[in-house]
């Protein structure tokens, strides 16, 4: 007997929207546990819709998400049977059950009695609960639910077997199964996401003279992304050089023991040789290999969205592990390195001294919102804008507008291209061009915005200017909150595995990315102004109340202060490290000036700039800094505190100064007049006019210039040639 029951609190506390447990119960035995509290107003109607539209014909593939529950209900229509999955996200990701086959019309009358029942009894309990897209198409789900269930022809499917060996050792290798053709079928009739991936297979892992020392049935694709997972896990346990890592691999058994001081491992009573790095390594090389592989075997799949969700996992945990740079103090031959931005690429080819740029103006776009809270920033898929209420990205070239997004409550958004809406009652997530949303939720009606930052499957961002969120990037499920007490502004930013939340109250809050568990508390004398700082595996943040500011240093990990360095300087720049030592630029008596200090808070020099009042920016240049004004002047210093070159002032103060750009060698100086800078000799190389509303300034990897201003006009320039002297 099958039977949709949905739980009744709902009706006796009434809540907006309502929650309530749902379930799927097979001869008495529930397959959906844990969906104890899911949005009854989205849920049942999606789940009525996907059954109808198995039952009606028109697909062969439905999916059903219980976004609190991480659970993910797939239907796979098969002749006169319904095949159910059940697929749990969180941790370890897999499957409940292996799949069962249910009759289709005994599944679809369960669905109609669930549909009629929850449809009659919140039109009487809460008629204002379900929305009328909702209402709507759950009366058009019933309505196909009452006719006959018309099966389609089935094709005949083109059984698929693959087997990828691991390609070192320590490695996995994985086997994908697939008889009923899933991979191929779902994506070109472009199923859902996860449903399109769920065939079955194996993964194993080889190490030397073990040929299978670990094994997991399944579908491969649910084992590779837990491991991607614990793999990331992994790193952070070597990152912070912890002596002992025991993990299940994908959540099976048995447990694997690493000893990561002596690089052996222990598995069912059986010690060997391996080592953390290449565990993990081997680990992210898994996921890279099979979302290969499945986009070998169906094109589409490379779009899947918990495909590219792999890749970029896989892709940023193999960065991580790379060696550390040396500092400029430690290596010599790291002196002429250059610290380059991530849109910095190699400086113009020229046959001698470059003496001249020359730009031209490329197209504009007018009256962006909220120009003078507007922030701009470079991303893989074009040019971003953010402010407040509205956020929106350009084509670099032509300045074709490739998406918007506007909502009352706020935005958010980050260089990459995901973004958040909200308003009085939901929040949004939305992902590159795409005209709808990826995943809506329930909002508590605060402001959100317009910070956005990205790390390891999570989207954080700022609620009330105040309250740290962290949502899952995949359903948009809220994995965490904190509310600092006695706090109006907040100040966010991400170190590695910590979140870092620093309050105008005097805390600074250190957050596991993971859960949000408070993980240390920093107490300070004065409020923090900004966002801490990384440098290295600590941070450096900026304390100030009136005229008194200081500098706090502390482990990230732990949160234990270094020290702390109380200044005389007022108007003090954000905080530079560099190599080992650490630059601030302020107002002392009037005057400009850089101070300069060691890793263990004393003072190496400091220096008069002699550029006019302040505020000032900073920029890390090849053996030194450069300091910038809103009067547009500049000056680049030495390590030791030596005056390089120094420019004069380029027209009227801005509002604030802007951070110097550095682009394919080339240094952007903003001023009501932006100047184009040979950072070695300080020669102007070209001259555009910005305006004395010039809020922000961006340059991407082929030195084209990006202006907005205080109107909201976003100005991009083309460069156009480019001469040099020739000597013989």
Request: proline residues 7%; charged residues 25%.
């Amino acid at each position: 007997m099958i039977r949709f029951r949905i739980g009744h609190r709902w009706k006796r506390e009434p809540a907006d929207p309502p929650h309530d447990s749902v379930a799927l119960e097979l001869d008495g035995v529930n397959l959906l546990p844990g969906a104890v509290e899911e949005p009854l107003a989205e849920t049942v109607p999606e789940l009525v819709e996907a059954v109808a539209a198995l039952h009606a014909g028109g697909r062969r593939l439905a999916q059903v998400s219980l976004t609190e529950a991480h659970l993910e209900l797939v239907l796979r229509r098969s002749g006169a049977d319904i095949e159910l999955q059940v697929a749990s996200l969180s941790r370890p990701a897999r499957l409940l059950r292996a799949p069962l086959r249910v009759d289709a019309e005994e599944l679809a009358e369960a669905a109609r009695e669930c549909g009629q029942d929850f449809l009659k009894e919140i039109r009487r309990v809460a008629p204002r609960r379900l929305s009328k897209t909702h209402e709507q198409g759950l009366e058009r789900a019933l309505e196909q639910l009452e006719g006959a269930f018309h099966p389609p022809e089935e094709l005949k499917p083109q059984p698929f077997t693959r087997r990828v060996a691991p390609p070192t050792l320590p490695g996995f290798g994985f086997a994908l199964d697939d008889p009923d053709d899933v991979l191929r079928r779902s994506a070109r009739e472009k199923g859902p996401a996860l449903a399109s991936l769920l065939c079955s297979g194996e993964v194993w892992l080889t190490l030397p003279e073990r040929p299978v020392a670990w094994r997991a049935l399944g579908p491969p694709f649910l084992t590779a992304l837990e491991l991607a997972r614990q793999a990331a896990d992994l790193a952070r346990a070597v990152e912070l050089g912890e002596p002992r890592f025991a993990f299940e691999p994908a959540g099976l058994r048995p447990e694997l023991t690493l000893d990561l001081k002596a690089g052996q491992a222990r598995m069912g009573g059986a010690t060997f040789a391996l080592s953390g790095e290449a565990l993990a390594a081997a680990m992210y090389h898994l996921g890279q290999a099979l979302t290969v592989a499945l986009s070998e075997r169906e094109r589409a799949l490379s779009s899947n969205p918990y495909v590219v969700e792999l890749t970029d996992r896989c892709r940023e945990g193999l960065s991580h592990l790379r060696g550390a740079v040396q500092p400029p103090e430690e290596s010599g031959a790291a002196m002429a390195r250059t610290v380059t931005s991530p849109g910095t690429m190699r400086p113009l080819k020229v046959p001698g001294r470059l003496r001249r740029l020359r730009f031209e103006n490329l197209w504009e776009q007018r009256k962006l919102a909220d120009a003078d809270q507007g922030r701009l920033m470079l991303g893989r898929q074009g040019l971003v804008y953010s402010s407040p209420r509205m956020a929106c990205a350009f084509d670099r070239k032509g300045g074709k507008q490739l998406w918007r997004r506007a909502a009352t409550h706020g935005v958010a958004a980050s260089m990459d291209g995901y973004s958040l809406g909200a308003s009085a009652v939901r929040i949004c997530g939305f992902q590159g061009k795409g005209i709808g949303a990826r995943w809506l939720h329930d909002h508590d009606g605060m402001r959100i915005g317009p910070v956005l930052l990205r790390q390891d499957g999570l989207l954080l961002t700022l609620s009330d200017d105040r309250v740290a969120l962290a949502y899952n990037e995949m359903t948009g499920r809220e994995m965490w909150r904190l509310a600092p007490p006695r706090t109006r502004r907040s100040h966010l930013g991400i170190q590695a595995h910590r979140a870092l939340l620093a309050t105008d109250s005097g805390y600074l809050y250190g957050l596991d990315l993971a859960d949000g568990q408070v993980r240390f508390r920093v107490s300070a004398s004065l409020p923090f102004l900004g966002p801490p700082v990384p440098w290295g595996r600590r941070f450096v943040a900026m304390l100030g109340q009136g005229s008194h500011f200081a500098l706090l240093l502390a482990d990230a990990h732990t949160g234990e202060a270094a020290w702390t360095y109380e200044m005389s300087l007022s108007l003090p720049s954000a905080p530079l490290p560099s190599g080992k030592r650490l630059y601030v630029a302020g107002e002392l008596e009037g005057e400009g000036v850089l101070l300069c200090l060691d890793a263990t808070g004393q003072t190496r020099w400091q220096r008069a700039l002699h550029m006019g009042p302040g505020p000032f920016a900073l920029a890390r240049l090849p053996g030194g800094v450069l300091v910038t004004s809103a009067l547009g002047a500049a000056a680049r210093l030495t390590e030791e505190g030596d005056v390089d070159w120094r420019l004069g002032a380029a027209g009227e103060q801005l509002s604030r100064a802007l951070p110097p750009v550095l682009s394919r060698g080339v240094v952007l100086v903003a001023g009501e007049r932006v100047r184009a800078v040979d950072p070695d000799s300080g020669n102007v190389l070209a001259e555009v006019r910005a305006g004395a509303g010039l809020m922000a300034l961006q340059a991407d990897a082929q030195l084209n210039l990006y202006f907005l201003d205080e109107l909201g006009t976003l100005s991009a320039y083309k460069l156009v040639s480019h001469f040099a002297v020739v000597e013989n």
